[in-house]
């Protein structure tokens, strides 16, 4: 090491604002000094990398840019807090595979920073999924797609990793807060690209969480040309503003309904026209996620050539009987001349469970959808920017799910799956389509 200490001069120039004085230190630095310097963390970090000063919080939310530091800054902490007194930390990634690769072996991981920060060994036995500090601290990772894995243990700390990729979001964190019952303050940091999900917009909400983070640029370790490359290629769009300064977006870029064309479709339930027809749209849940997913349940009504959004009527992880009984309730309330319900994975049994709740056959129809979702919506977008489809209210769940439909055939909404969407462009087709019986005149 030479005399000068430019890693620790680095790190001065850094406290300064000196960041060209910074990066003349960093330029000339040797291998080791470069270890120093990573060993130099909290003097380096930037300030929404570091541990919030506020008493009394129990989560602290950290969302930052492509590269900004996120990784790094969860395995500082859990180093912090597992080397002190002996204690049990929760790792809950995406994925297992996620958790182990990102969060445990990768070059930013909880094992890297050990040895860099005190030439720690840890124990690592990944048959066992478990980390072990040389005081008998624990850390165990879990995954985000598995609620029910996170169902019993208990911690005093965790630390959630990217909680907007979870594909069993709310079930894996309400079974993690129940578990987190440890120590004299057990509290977790989730470290996550933005993305507009309801538990990312939960966890803001609440009063005992405290925020912060910061953009890709924050990082004084990105390369520059990085940063340039970056910024010039996704200048002014909305991947800059998410992806690199690490802000919240209400919608996907390139929306089919974007936030100002809901808006502008809005119309007051007691100006509403009498409907020559209604249709309840149903995409019913299927598969691995059937008790989990929301059964789109969506009521459009049509009104001379003017469509309208009457009810969401959709329900959240329900058997299928609960949510037979949702459909059979949204019809008679709204007197449904047709109920259309999309059958791809649910075959007969669909029709054989509305049948069972007491719904008249003749009024089930059956759909098998030959195009991806975002194909099937955008006629029905088309209606609503052309002035002939309204919204009879405010529907939250479902345009925050149709504000992530994408016009490049992605989606990018709060939900696994757009599953009220999918429900409303059913209902809204059905209502274009033609030879299906003369109207009929109801006042609502």
């Known amino acids: 090491m030479r005399e000068d200490g430019q890693a620790r001069q680095a790190v001065e120039a850094l406290a300064r604002g000196d960041t060209a ?19 130099l963390y909290e003097a380096w970090a930037s300030e929404g990398q570091k541990v919030p000063a506020v008493d009394g919080s129990r989560t602290w939310l ?80 879990f ?78 370790s990105l390369p520059q040309r990085f940063i340039d490359t970056m910024r010039t290629t996704y200048a002014g769009t909305q991947a800059e503003r998410r992806e690199l300064d690490g802000k919240m977006l209400d919608e996907a870029e390139g929306s089919l309904w974007p936030r100002s064309l809901i808006a502008r479709c809005r119309v007051s339930v007691g100006k509403l026209p009498q409907m020559d027809r209604v249709v309840v749209g149903v995409d019913p849940p299927a598969g691995a996620k059937a008790t989990s997913d929301a059964c789109g349940i969506v009521v459009a009504g049509r009104s001379g050539a003017n469509y309208y959004v009457l009810a969401d009527a959709s329900v959240q992880g329900a058997s299928p009987e609960r949510w037979a009984a949702a459909v059979r309730a949204a019809t008679a309330t709204w007197h449904a001349d047709r109920i259309v319900a999309e059958a791809n994975n649910g075959g007969a049994m669909v029709g054989s469970v509305l049948a069972a709740a007491g719904i008249d056959k003749s009024l089930v129809k059956l759909v098998h959808a030959s195009r991806g979702k975002v194909a099937r919506a955008e006629p029905v977008a088309v ?37 009220r969407a999918d429900a409303m462009v059913w209902a809204m087709t059905e209502l274009g389509a033609r030879g299906l019986g003369g109207p009929s005149v109801r006042s609502l």
Request: some cysteine.
């Open 143 to 220: 995954s985000g797609e598995d609620g029910n894995g996170l169902r019993g243990p208990e911690h005093d700390f965790a630390w959630c990793d990217e909680i907007a990729k979870w594909s069993d979001a709310d079930e894996a964190w309400d079974n993690l807060q129940f578990g987190l019952r440890r120590g004299d303050r057990p509290r977790a940091l989730v470290t996550t690209t933005p993305k507009s999900i309801p538990l990312l917009q939960r966890l803001r909400l609440d009063p005992l969480t405290v925020e912060s983070g910061g953009a890709s640029d924050d990082n004084v």
């Open 383 to 419: 209606r609503f920017e052309a002035g002939a489809a309204w919204f009879a209210g405010t529907f939250a769940a479902l345009e925050d799910e149709l504000s992530g439909l994408q016009i490049s055939g992605g989606y990018e909404g709060p939900t696994r799956s757009p599953d």
């Open 62 to 141: 950290m969302m930052g840019g492509r590269g900004f530091g996120k990784t790094r800054a969860g395995s500082e902490w859990v180093h912090s807090l597992a080397k002190g007194k002996r204690c049990r930390i929760a790792l809950v990634g995406a994925t297992i595979d996620d958790a182990r690769r990102v969060m445990v072996e990768g070059p930013s991981g909880v094992i890297a920073t050990a040895m860099s920060a005190n030439r720690m060994t840890l124990k690592w036995e990944p048959s066992q999924r478990k980390l072990t500090w040389p005081n008998g601290s624990t850390a165990t990772i």
């Open 21 to 39: 004085g910074a990066e003349r230190f960093l330029d000339d630095l040797s291998a080791l000094e470069w270890l120093e310097f990573d060993a």
